[in-house]
């Protein structure tokens, strides 16, 4: 399966935002890519972005819901799967919820997934926090989604391990490089593709790419703050991932179960007492 980890210039404008998701849905077409994935906050901006107190960050949702369907209408005409960051509007004086939409090839909006660690700014300022892991299953892999500040939280991606996610798809508005040698050491220690996607601007810092099993980069975006996009093959017969494909991933999962180890636990008093000498 092919996918395109994609590299917009976010603003925030949604109209300018959407047709620049739009044209590298198209590209990304023209690769043969099944699912694209775009950074945080890659149709509405994102919060932070503003520098300013939520109070007076006013949103216009009508051209947010313009570009949302707009992008749908092109995903089911492109029978491509989207994976979209955005703000998700709520009911009354609750804040937005800081998103990612999971748009069908059929161009239909079936998930939404919503930051659930944010940031001391965000859950001050600006956002709802999110408590549901979302996990899709497009041509035969998991899919496992997560934004920004979360890669902090092991937790996380620990939880998607146990779902049973091929993929990560971790999208950021972060010029942090530190995010991205921490998503290397996940893919490496969890044996699963890590896709990141972040916004053009941020790329000087940490360029949109994927991740492959073995925690090294498989594909990159260019890092001088170009827009564009990646696309890679999730091949699990890639010769250079069969150690963790085949190997270490199936291992770590049998040493987790516990079982061996149970199999083989000694009734020794010196092993007992941790105070012998």
């Given at each position: 399966m092919?996918?395109?980890?994609?590299?917009?210039?976010?603003?925030?404008?949604?109209?300018?935002?959407?047709?620049?998701?739009?044209?590298?849905m198209r590209e990304a077409h023209e690769w043969g890519a099944r699912l694209v994935q775009f950074p945080e906050g890659a149709?509405?901006?994102?919060?932070?972005?503003?520098?300013?107190?939520?109070?007076g960050?006013?949103?216009?949702?009508?051209?947010?819901?313009?570009?949302?369907?707009?992008?749908?209408?092109?995903?089911g005409e492109l029978g491509l799967w989207v994976v979209l960051g955005g703000n998700h509007r709520l009911t009354g004086s609750h804040r937005p919820h800081n998103s990612l939409y999971v748009i069908s090839h059929r161009g239909e909006v079936v998930d939404r997934y919503d930051k659930r660690y944010l940031s001391h700014t965000e859950?001050?300022?600006?956002?709802?926090?999110?408590?549901?892991?979302?996990?899709?299953?497009?041509?035969?892999?998991?899919?496992?989604?997560?934004?920004?500040?979360?890669?902090?939280?092991?937790?996380?991606?620990?939880?998607?391990?146990?779902?049973?996610?091929?993929?990560?798809?971790?999208?950021?508005?972060?010029?942090?490089p530190v995010f991205g040698v921490i998503a290397q050491g996940y893919a490496a220690a969890n044996c699963q593709w890590f896709s990141?996607?972040?916004?053009?601007?941020?790329?000087?810092?940490?360029?949109s790419g994927v991740i492959g099993p073995h925690g090294a980069w498989l594909g990159r975006c260019a890092s001088d703050g170009r827009s564009g996009l990646v696309c890679v093959d999730l091949d699990r017969q890639a010769p250079e991932l069969n150690m963790a494909l085949h190997v270490a991933g199936p291992w770590r999962?049998?040493?987790?179960?516990?079982?061996?180890?149970?199999?083989?636990?000694?009734?020794?008093?010196?092993?007992?007492d941790r105070t012998a000498p």
């Open positions: 092919t996918i395109a980890t994609a590299q917009p210039l976010v603003t925030c404008d949604p109209v300018e935002n959407g047709a620049m998701v739009r044209a590298l149709l509405t901006g994102y919060a932070g972005q503003a520098k300013r107190h939520f109070a960050w006013n949103i216009d949702w009508t051209p947010v819901q313009t570009q949302l369907d707009k992008t749908a209408e092109l995903a859950v001050t300022d600006f956002y709802s926090p999110g408590f549901t892991p979302v996990v899709l299953d497009v041509s035969g892999f998991r899919f496992g989604l997560a934004l920004c500040i979360e890669i902090n939280f092991a937790e996380v991606f620990l939880d998607y391990l146990h779902r049973g996610v091929d993929c990560v798809l971790f999208s950021s508005f972060s010029q942090d990141v996607s972040v916004p053009a601007q941020c790329s000087p810092a940490m360029p999962a049998t040493a987790r179960a516990g079982t061996i180890y149970e199999q083989r636990r000694v009734a020794d008093p010196r092993s007992t």
